[in-house]
């Protein structure tokens, strides 16, 4: 990908379970933000983190941030199948002089019920 | 809260036309867009910035004379597939800074492009 990997690339749960997604990046960055993506359809933001920031919550979200390593989680709890989606990280951050908003390769997350 | 909007949703054009694709900052003035491409099953890649009043920055590997992105005011930005193939079919989303708080990223819905 241009900024990062996401792992796992595909991930499938039980309802009720809790889903967990990596994300790494290669450049120093102002934030990293989540999005998700429901298949063919544009994004929707779900939680940004500052680099000075280690852990955030929202709602059953909890996205923690571990600069040192230039990695990041997305943990959804008590999973429901409507969170079946693709998920991806973007960090906002300069690249090659620039100030962008760059994508990791995404987790498509399905949820049984 | 602040909306970009993107026009068309979806356009299927004949193979060596051009197609044109709007991004538009509704409530909002957005000193930079951004333009991506999105395959089926893949990621975002980002295709180029445009900031107002300037030359849009081209990621490497995109070909600037067949993408041609003008971003002529703060709340317009327009992406050009010229002569298009079908290997040009694809999703492409388009999303604005604005100068708020933070800088917040905005997304417009997307344009699906079917080259025949």
């Known amino acids: 990908s241009q900024q990062g990997e996401e792992d796992p690339q595909a991930l499938s749960i039980q309802e009720g379970e809790n889903a967990t997604m990596n994300c790494s990046y290669k450049?120093?960055?102002?934030?990293l933000q989540w999005y998700r993506q429901n298949s063919g359809r544009g994004l929707v933001h779900l939680i940004l983190?500052?680099?000075?920031?280690r852990e955030k919550h929202s709602g059953r979200l909890r996205v923690t941030l571990d600069t040192s390593k230039k990695s990041s989680s997305l943990l959804i709890t008590a999973s429901r199948a409507a969170d079946t989606a693709s998920y991806f990280c973007?960090?906002?951050?300069?690249?090659?002089?620039?100030?962008?908003?760059?994508f990791g390769q995404g987790t498509r997350l399905t949820i049984n019920p | 809260g602040a909306v970009v909007s993107q026009h068309p949703s979806r356009v299927i054009c004949k193979s060596g036309t051009s197609v044109k694709i709007e991004c538009r900052s509704l409530?909002?003035?957005?000193?930079?867009m951004f333009w991506y491409r999105q395959f089926p099953k893949q990621s975002l890649m980002l295709m180029a910035t445009?900031?107002?009043?300037?030359?849009?920055?081209?990621e490497q590997g995109v070909e600037k004379d067949k993408f041609l992105i003008n971003h002529a005011s703060l709340t317009l930005s327009t992406l050009t597939v010229t002569s298009a193939h079908p290997e040009d079919s694809s999703f492409y989303i388009c999303?604005?800074?604005?100068?708020?708080?933070?800088?917040?990223?905005?997304f417009g819905e997307g344009s699906w492009l079917t080259v025949v």
């Open positions: 999303s604005a800074r604005g100068g708020g708080p933070g800088n917040t990223i905005y």
């Open positions: 450049t120093s960055i102002n934030n």
């Open positions: 983190i500052r680099s000075n920031e």
């Open positions: 973007a960090t906002d951050g300069t690249l090659r002089g620039a100030q962008k908003l760059v």
């Open positions: 409530d909002f003035q957005a000193t930079t």
């Open positions: 445009s900031n107002e009043g300037s030359k849009a920055t081209y």
